[in-house]
């Protein structure tokens, strides 16, 4: 499969912003090429020099526990960074299409909807997997993008496997799977498939298991021409040299994220048995993430009610396929426990 013959038109011709850092990219004494402020910053830190813009160090640190070459890593400002640069690079506006299969993540619509680009709905299944026959019948040779979250927000379930697998290996354009909950998964990531599948995109992000939302890092692991084009499109510095710090030194502490993701899941699970036991509570899907999806009696009146209390749920009321449902994400154990006797305390 040739990646490069998937890209816009004006793409495969872009010629890309050369920066000071990539025409010297030695260790020298004098660095006059940038503007930038030689006699220092008014913080602490350095900061008055401009990042790296391919930020190797990080990627190297990041490779090492992901088992993903670096020349395989793409790093964006959240995953929303590297979701919008897919439509960037591949979609021609007002031409190309993408399928999305709801209930998901907003952002891949949201992101197709303001680079102009045909959203196909294909919704899952009633038991939230893919409806395989849906979305073949809606690829046509302008389809560019294929949206996969699993596991999947709000659902929380992940997506069976060989149905991935399916789409994987029949698909011509790019399959996005989005692993930003696969820490609290019980299935495996993709990242080991990467060689077998040149179309395959993994999502995974800084901002949940990692807790890192406020920095604001994504990562994309894929074949090299997409990991190429990505860094082709890409705005130069995108990841700030504070995050760059940052980050680095949260990958040391591995050991303390483990235990929060141990944690995460006991309570998940604890909070799904706790949950069934409250009245207005109807039913409890099952979650391979780091948030639970709960049908209720009367979603908008107890989510009110909850914030009457000071605590903030998500109503996926509204949402297709989860009607009456109130995603929660998992907190600590007391904030849990404050959350169950709230939900006892309700009364329609
Ligand atoms: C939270 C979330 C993300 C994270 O996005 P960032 O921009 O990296 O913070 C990505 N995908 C899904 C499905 C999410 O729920």
Sequence with gaps: MDINSLQRENIKNLRPYSTARDEYKGQASVYLDANENSFGSPLPADYNRYPDPLQLDLKDAISKIKGVPIENTFLGNGSDEAIDLLYRAFCEPAKDNVIILPPTYGMYEVSANINNVEVRIINLLPNYQLDLDGIAEAIDANTKLIFICSPNNPTGNSIIRT??????????????????????????????????????????????????AALRLGMAFAGRP????????????????????????????????NEWIKLTVEERDKLSTDLLTIPVVKKVYPSDANFILAEVTDAT????????????????????????????????????QTLLIALKNYQA
């Design 226 to 257: 997409t990991i190429d084009i990505l860094n082709k499109v890409k705005p130069p510095y995108n990841i700030n040299q504070a995050t760059q710090d940052l980050a680095l030194a949260a990958l040391q502490n591995i050991n303390q994220v």
């Design 163 to 212: 149905d991935i697998e399916t789409i994987l290996t029949n698909f011509k354009g790019l399959v996005v799977i989005d692993e930003a909950y696969i820490n609290f998964a019980k299935q495996r990531s993709f990242i080991k498939e990467l060689t077998e599948y040149p179309n395959l995109v993994i999502l995974q992000t800084f901002s949940k298991a990692w807790g890192l």
């Design 301 to 336: 009146g107890i989510y009110d009610f909850l914030v009457n209390q000071g605590i903030i749920v998500r109503d996926r009321s509204k949402v297709t396929l989860c009607e009456g449902c109130l995603r929660i994400s998992i907190g600590t154990p007391a904030e849990n």
